[in-house]
């Protein structure tokens, strides 16, 4: 069982910046591929970015050249970096975790709100 922990929203101005943290505990040896989503009121849940464990990144188009996702293997963590932050980018955002033969854990979710 993996249980993932996720800290470091909050409240921000247009064009600030926040850096998400998500630390995984349990079955860490199973997990492949990290990833940061994000679900907005009325909206369905959406990637924002993911790692692989050998590095590998993805992101959404809207956050790309903004955000950066980082992972620590040795610390069981990854991270989200996010930059010029804008009014859309407020929403719930969700740690996930991608487990061999277990299928995707995920996050308590933490708010980000960017204010106009």
């Known amino acids: 069982q993996v249980q993932l922990v996720e800290s470091g929203g909050g409240l921000v101005q247009t064009g600030g910046s926040l850096k998400l943290s998500c630390a995984a505990s349990?079955?860490?040896?199973?997990?492949?591929?990290m990833g940061w989503y994000r679900q907005a009121p009325g909206k369905q849940r959406d990637l924002v970015a993911s790692?692989?464990?050998?590095?590998?990144?993805v992101y959404a188009d809207s956050v790309r050249g903004r955000f950066t996702i980082y992972r620590d293997n040795a610390k069981n963590t990854v991270a989200l970096q996010m930059n010029t932050l804008k009014p859309e980018d407020t929403a719930v955002y969700y740690c996930?975790?991608?487990?061999?033969?277990?299928?995707?854990?995920w996050g308590q979710g933490t708010q980000v709100t960017v204010s106009s």
């Open positions: 996930a975790a991608l487990v061999v033969r277990a299928g995707t854990y």
């Open positions: 349990g079955g860490i040896f199973s997990i492949t591929t």
């Open positions: 790692i692989t464990s050998d590095g590998r990144t």
